[in-house]
């Protein structure tokens, strides 16, 4: 069981993970994207959907996409997505077929 749709962490799973690690790593970095999303994610020259992944905070899908799983908990917590929140949509792949079909 792995996280990630393809074979070997992709590229966009890269770009996730510097995004997440940068975020949560750089004492005023949190700040700035609570202040304004787009400003802080145009930094990165994100493709859309990762953007729009990471400010809807979709952790399905930053998992899917293969956000290292320490850096989505570190995203979780400094954002303050609830424990049981983000626990009850990593089950919800369980049965999902874009999980299971990867």
């Not at 069981?1 to 992709?10: I, K, R, T, V």
């Not at 966009?12 to 400003?39: G, I, T």
Request: aromatic share 8%.
């Amino acid at each position: 069981m792995a996280n990630w749709q393809e074979a070997m962490p992709s590229t966009r799973a890269y770009l996730m993970d510097k995004v997440l690690y940068q975020l949560h790593h750089n004492a005023d970095h949190l700040e700035a994207y609570k202040a304004d999303p787009d400003a802080y994610l145009a930094r990165f020259d994100l493709p859309e959907d990762l953007a729009r992944t990471i400010k809807e905070n979709d952790v399905a899908r930053m998992y899917l996409s293969g956000v290292n799983p320490y850096l989505l908990r570190a995203h979780c917590i400094g954002v303050r997505i609830p424990e049981d929140v983000s626990l009850a949509a990593l089950r919800s792949l369980l049965d999902s077929k874009d999980y299971n079909n990867g």
